[in-house]
């Protein structure tokens, strides 16, 4: 079949997950949407997979901005790589491309959280028996892609998107380009600059040889996570806790998809 793929990764597991995919339907390699954004490649009409992380229960807003650029007459599988629940993005998805585009597919995959002011990121056995039950889904999500049919998991309930915790998520997606202000680095940092490299959205420069946040965050927190040094901090307890990348992806890899 004929399909391209893009995707956006904070931490490695979306990218992982959309080049297992496009491996198993001998697919084009996957584009970085922040790359196709910024070049102005946007896909032609055809059928398209898109690889996206769930932020509050939503698609990222670069992931929005992209489907919205989209040009009509595609036919779009989406899947959501989460830590435990979609919320309610596949019917976000479809507002955003009514009238433009057909959602045929919607599949979801959980994978480790990355999400630090949430919990500690998940070690060692727990991570490889995530990582490994990732893997036996995305084989069949791949099956159910290339069967053609029109399939779709289950969104999170009703009350979890609607009431706890959407309603809290519902307030804080709206903030989220704003919330680098949350970052803080402290005495250990070497003036690497990873977390500039890493930011998918450029959001990060370095002033005097540390970094400085800007105003378009998109909370994938891979500045935090990527740090060698574990010098970046947000919030009260990241300093003590295990960061989190996708075994499988290189900081290098992460950043090539701000480019083509």
Known sequence: MTLQCYYFSGTGNSLSAARTLTKLLEAPEPIGIAAALKEHRLP??????????????RLPHIVVRFLKEIPAGFKLHLLAVNAGGVGGCFNQAERIIRGRGTLVGA????????????GEAVQGEEQRHLLDEAEHKLAAIASRIAGGKKERDPQSSWFERALWPGAMYALGYKMIPRMAGGFRVDESCTSCGICAKVCPVENIELVDGRPVWGSVCEQCLACLNLCPASAIQHGKTSADQSRYRNPGVTVNDLSAQKSL
């Open 44 to 57: 032609e009409a055809g059928e398209l997979l898109v690889v996206s992380p769930v932020y509050m229960f």
């Open 107 to 118: 599949y979801t995959l959980v994978t480790p959280s990355n999400y630090l002011p949430f």
